[in-house]
């Protein structure tokens, strides 16, 4: 009998209510010293075959185990003992549960010993691990060798209006790096194409970052071209861009010279051909003597010594008129080399086709490097 608010208090009720709740309390503590007796047999049980700690759980766990029949006991209790009686029952419940895990595993265990002991100083099977791929490996490189020098990374869209990658940077409507022969467009108007340079994203850092900028800009870029050992329709290039007051070309060059040392030794010959671009002006060609033939000439270099790694130059003033910098108070340098370029003369790779076919014969032999 549970006396609830508005009830009558005569003595007689309340006679009623204590005897009904010292019988609950007579009942808990009878289930209490079960439990306690249960505990006891529980954590001195050793199973001896999987036949008796099957026993065990139905005993136990059984959908008409001793547990389940303790646990239904909680409707009895009043509302204020609930919590601590429930705490002891999950108690007991978990005691029983682990017991059984903890047997079932010995039991399990004894069964498949065949008397075989492992030795656990063996070594063990080696995990096959997998390798950079070389055109990963060089852009890393390049970044490194730039980052020594205070340039940061900076990354632009592989998709990219007509403004960013064409106007932006000097190159007239009628100039054929705009023709659909030359660049793979998504769509005409507005027109929405695959980069073809990581220009890109020089555009987009002078138009939103502060002065000075110095960064570099790796990442994909697409051509239309014929699939050769010597070019791919799709390739890696990273650019690089300084803008500064009283930035010369003497810094391009010194800037040009310390990249190639570092890359490719300090036995490596350099040379600058004079050249247009756009976006630049003056404008130059790098050359660097052919590592594969060292100068010699080969198919490769065709016969001249030298191979072109990359092209430069200062950043012609109508680019960073485009950009809103003041091209009578800044001046910067540009250049832009492929990543594949560079990976074929260090590891010595003739054809830049095996790049993009996973042959994993091929990508095998960088796991060391």
């Known amino acids: 009998m549970i006396i609830k608010e508005g ?39 050793a199973a001896a075959d999987a036949d008796s700690i099957e026993q065990f759980r139905i005993r136990f766990l ?70 950079r791929h070389p055109v ?31 106007t932006a940077l000097n190159l007239d409507e009628n100039h054929p790096a705009r023709d659909m022969q030359d660049t793979f467009y998504l769509s005409t108007d507005p027109a929405i194409l695959l980069r073809t340079h990581t220009s890109n994203t020089q555009i987009r850092e002078m138009e939103s970052r502060e002065l000075p900028i110095r960064i570099i800009c790796p990442g ?29 070309f003497a810094d391009l060059k010194q800037t040009l010279y310390y990249f190639v040392k570092e890359m490719f030794g300090e036995d490596v010959k350099v040379r600058f051909r004079p050249s247009y671009f756009p976006f630049t002006e003056p404008s130059a060609e790098m050359d660097i003597s052919c590592q594969l033939c060292k100068g ?9 010594g030298w191979l072109e790694i990359l092209g430069c130059g200062m950043v012609h003033p109508n680019v960073l008129k485009n950009c809103g910098i003041d091209p009578e108070k800044y001046t910067g340098f540009a250049f832009g080399m492929g990543v594949e370029r560079p990976a074929l003369l260090k590891y010595g790779i003739t054809d830049i086709r095996l790049f993009s076919e996973n042959d994993v014969r091929f990508l095998e032999q960088f796991s060391g490097v």
Not at 145 to 165: K, M, Q, Y
Not at 298 to 304: I, L, P, Q
């Open 7 to 45: 009830q009558p208090k005569n003595s007689e009720g309340l006679n009623e209510a204590h005897a009904i709740m010292n019988q609950y309390l007579r009942a808990m503590e009878a289930i209490l010293q079960q439990i306690e007796a249960y505990s006891q047999e529980i954590n001195a049980f």
């Open 62 to 131: 059984g959908v008409k185990g001793i547990v389940k029949a303790i646990m239904g006991e909680m409707k009895n209790v009043p509302n204020e003992q609930k919590k601590s009686f429930g705490q002891t029952l999950n108690a007991f419940k978990m005691l029983a549960e682990s017991k059984y895990e903890v047997e079932k595993v010995k039991v399990e265990g004894g069964e498949k010993n065949t008397g075989f002991k492992l030795d656990i100083s063996l070594p063990g099977t080696p995990a096959p691990s997998g390798s």
């Open 136 to 166: 990963t490996l060089m852009r890393n490189r390049i970044i490194e060798i730039f980052e020594r020098l205070s340039f940061t990374v900076a990354e632009g869209p592989e998709i990219e209006d007509d403004w960013h990658n064409f």
């Open 220 to 248: 994909r870029v697409y051509r239309n071209e014929t699939i050769s050992a010597r070019s791919h329709c799709f390739f890696h290039q990273v650019e690089g861009l300084y803008v500064d007051e009283n930035v010369s």
């Open 296 to 304: 010699e000439g080969c198919a490769v270099c065709k016969r001249t």
